[in-house]
């Protein structure tokens, strides 16, 4: 059974930051990628940042750049992604996905391509506001 857990959202100041944390467990295929989605209210879901799991290439969404820093520590089958210097605009509800395709950039964006198998953690909020 596969399973993505979130955890490490909350209720920050701008400027702050938090560390969100994906323990993920059950897969009984190759994965990809691993990242962080996102989708504020009244917004559609847009992909914030990505690992690549064959050569730890990493991926960032243009808001996110030099704020944001992606990390996977495989013995605990974990990935990270570090938030600083926070902004009220990251607002939103966090998820971890998986993909058994490679993550790429688009348009400003982090995407899974849709033609592979993808699975969803529930979802974190992180709210920045003073």
């Known amino acids: 059974q596969v399973q993505l857990v979130e955890s490490g959202g909350g209720l920050v100041l701008p400027g702050g930051s938090l560390r969100l944390s994906c323990a993920f467990s059950?897969?009984?295929?190759?994965?990809?990628?691993i990242g962080w989605f996102r989708q504020a209210p009244g917004k559609e879901r847009e992909g914030v940042s990505a690992?690549?799991?064959?050569?730890?290439?990493?991926f960032y969404a243009d808001s996110v750049k030099g704020r944001f820093t992606i990390s996977r520590d495989n013995a605990k089958n974990t990935v990270y992604l570090q938030m600083n210097s926070l902004k009220p605009e990251d607002t939103a509800v966090y998820y971890c996905a998986v993909s058994s395709l490679e993550p790429y950039y688009c348009s400003g964006y982090v995407c899974y391509d849709e033609r592979g198998s993808q699975f969803w953690g529930q979802g974190t909020q992180v709210t920045v506001s003073p």
């Open positions: 059950g897969f009984t295929l190759d994965y990809h990628g």
């Open positions: 690992i690549s799991n064959s050569d730890g290439s990493t």
